[in-house]
């Protein structure tokens, strides 16, 4: 009939949960799992008016030290009222360079800022920079690297900026990972590890080959373990990496420089290319303890290996004392790596054009801070020796509040920001944890956020030996508050035996 029209047939979606990536569905990131988003549900309804066990959540599952509550840098912040944006001192004059007039800033904070400025396209941090990098934060993160290893020389053409150490090893990653059925690349990670891997690993459809390192002897790398890894691995893969993380995460052990050699030895008579992630190299508490960058003890061991072994370390603006999550500065080191390689690298990073100029501003802030002499400085070192003493006792005191908790056992926090303790689970829990289709330190952990308001995150998260139970921890907040969270933690653990035994 004149004027009638068909009904409207509903379009199918082009893209579903069945027609999507599916190694992005396989992929898992506990550190912001289904917990988290409970705490967060918590707290709604708790600024609702609802009535929970406890007045507030404490996240403890992230390494966000302002989030947490630590005070920035004064030199790297600007609190003067022309500013509101939340940027460092240099990086509010690179924002808006008027401010190098201003004699609010220090002159350390304005020098920094106009030779940044200086490497910018148009003066302007705006502007697009080269992709591996503004040139002067190379060369003053190379300066950096020399200074911390005692002179080995760095290049500040193995120098790549990136959008915090994740974004560098996501790159190495892409890089490594070829070949098909049993010639497809194995990489070699620490069990219990960072997630921010094995997601990567399953994105890229690599093989993930695990070695695990030794909880009896505070969580250190075993080259035993790594050699029975490698030999199971090699017979349906192609195992082409090794990756380290020191100081661990979320193991927290700070490896000796013995271990880091024995590393080195094993990875070049195996033909391994080697991923130092050493973002936690400023946070070193434990008795005895000393990091070592692995590119000092290569560079030790003399040309047979410096000359041949391809490393590649990350470090980080996010951790240390600095604690900058948000402007995702980082860079990696590249030694021994293959020219044609190289430049296969610097060709990927293009895709991207450049990390964040605002955080690359940041690296060199970080890496070439007050020296003595100006007018920054004293400050400067008050503060981070402030941060860090804290971060220390922080560490000594959740080490021995854990460990006064039967069925629980914690290892020295011997560095990083994180407790990794190993928990004693009742069997009746994990009937009930089975029923409810939970991995039991899953339930243990849901249930310490539904009855104490506590945010950690299970070690089934971040991998651990079967038949053991963990869970991680930062030590972050305050120490008032922190002695809160340990004595809530002990508080709940004590009940839950107590019910399910």
């Known amino acids: 009939a004149a004027g009638s029209s068909k009904p409207q047939v509903a379009r199918a979606k082009v893209l579903t949960i069945d027609t999507m990536n599916p190694t992005v569905k396989n992929a898992k990131y506990a550190v912001r799992g289904p917990i988290v988003a409970r705490a967060a549900e918590l707290e709604r309804e708790l600024n609702e008016g609802m009535k929970k066990p406890f007045d507030e959540v404490i996240k403890a599952n992230i390494g966000d030290a302002h989030a947490m509550g630590q005070q920035p840098i004064t030199f790297f912040r600007q609190f003067n009222a022309i500013i509101h944006a939340d940027f460092y001192n240099a990086l509010a004059i690179c924002s808006y360079p008027e401010l190098l007039n201003d004699s609010t800033f220090p002159e350390d904070a304005k020098s920094r800022a106009y030779r940044i400025l200086q490497s910018c396209g148009g003066n302007s941090m705006g502007s697009y920079s080269a992709s ?17 290893d005692g002179g080995v020389p760095s290049d500040p053409d193995n120098i790549f900026l990136t959008t915090g150490a994740c974004d560098g090893i996501m790159t190495m990653l892409k890089l490594l990972v070829c070949g098909e059925g049993p010639t497809r690349t194995g990489i070699m990670i620490p069990i219990p590890h960072y997630p921010m891997y094995s997601a990567t690993l399953v994105e890229l459809a690599a093989v993930q080959v695990n ?37 661990g995460n979320p193991t927290s052990q700070v490896e000796t420089r013995q271990c880091i050699e024995d590393v080195i030895r094993f990875a070049a008579k195996e033909r391994l290319f080697l991923m130092a992630d050493e973002v936690y190299q400023d946070n070193v508490y434990g008795h005895g303890c000393r990091f070592h960058s692995f590119k000092t003890v290569l560079f030790e061991m003399g040309p047979e290996y410096s000359n041949t072994m391809e490393l590649v370390s990350f470090h980080s603006t996010s951790k240390g004392y600095m604690g900058e999550c948000g402007f995702r500065g980082g860079y990696m080191e590249v030694i021994n790596m293959d020219d044609e390689v190289k430049a296969e690298l610097t060709k990927l990073l293009s895709v991207r054009l450049c990390s964040p100029v605002p955080g690359q501003a940041l690296v060199d802030l970080v890496f070439n801070p007050p020296q003595p002499g100006e007018p920054s400085y004293d400050n400067f070192i008050k503060e981070r020796t402030a941060i860090l003493s804290a971060l220390e ?17 914690c290892n020295p926090v011997q560095g990083a920001m994180f407790c990794f303790p190993r928990i004693t689970i009742p069997e009746k829990a994990m009937i009930e944890a089975t029923e409810q289709g939970q991995q039991p330190d899953v339930f243990y952990c849901m249930k310490m956020l539904e009855e104490a308001g506590i945010c950690v995150i299970p070690g089934s998260g971040f991998g651990q030996k079967e038949g ?22 002990k508080e709940f653990h004590q009940k839950f035996t107590q019910k399910y035994s």
């Not at 509040?401 to 056992?409: K, Y």
Request: with cysteine; net charge positive; proline share 5%.
């Open 132 to 148: 591996q990098g503004i040139d002067s934060v190379r060369q003053d993160v190379a300066r950096y690297i020399e200074r911390r």
């Open 211 to 247: 070695y695990y390192l030794n909880e009896e002897k505070c969580w250190s790398v075993d080259i035993s373990e790594l050699k029975r890894a490698l030999d199971e691995a090699r017979h349906y893969c192609n195992p082409r990496a090794l990756c380290i993380v020191n100081p």
């Open 393 to 409: 006792e922080k560490a000594k005191l959740t080490e021995q509040v854990l460990n006064t908790v039967p069925g629980i056992s």
């Open 468 to 489: 053991t139970y963990h869970f991680r921890m930062t030590i972050l907040p305050p120490i008032d508050k922190l002695q809160i969270l340990l004595n809530k933690v």
